[in-house]
């Protein structure tokens, strides 16, 4: 009698540890393959984390790597997942009159799409735009930013076309462009 009871107990422990451990994974991973957390903001620009989710990796963990924000120089984000680019955005200052075109002039980017009158030019795995900003930078008048999906699908431009406005909103507040 007492193997049977020391047998049932054991059988009972596994099956409590068991299911403690499906618990916790269950509560440390989501259904589509990442167990880091979605971030609301690429490096402190606040965006869409539902949409930003869908440009984002699958993995475990998720670094965000910037240089300083910066008025006076390039700026450059990276969104690893696993040590390996997912999201980037990037911008650069200019002199006045540096346009959107101008920044597709020296690229290999294929299929660009003008939005909203030209506002925005998307590709299919990124979207840019030129943000007007006097009296902000020493290095010009003009900043283009960029964000790109690293890992790009057929759905990443239709994304980043709507990722890309509001997260540009938020970048030229950032910096304290003018209106």
Known sequence: MRIKHTFTSTIKALAGVTMYTLA????????????????????GITVDSEILAQLLDDGDELVQDANSFSRSGSYICHMYVDGNDSVVS???WHESGYTLREYFEYSNIKGVRYVEGGKYASWRSGIATVIPCPGVSEK?????VSLEDMEWDEESRSLLE??????????????????
Do not use: H, M, Q
């Open 24 to 43: 916790l994974t269950a509560c440390g991973s989501t259904d589509d393959g990442r167990s880091y957390s979605l971030p609301d903001n690429i490096c």
């Open 90 to 92: 990037d911008a650069n």
């Open 162 to 179: 709507e990722l890309g406005p509001p997260y540009f909103d938020a970048y030229k507040k950032k910096l304290g462009c003018p209106a």
């Open 140 to 144: 010009g008048d003009v900043v283009d």
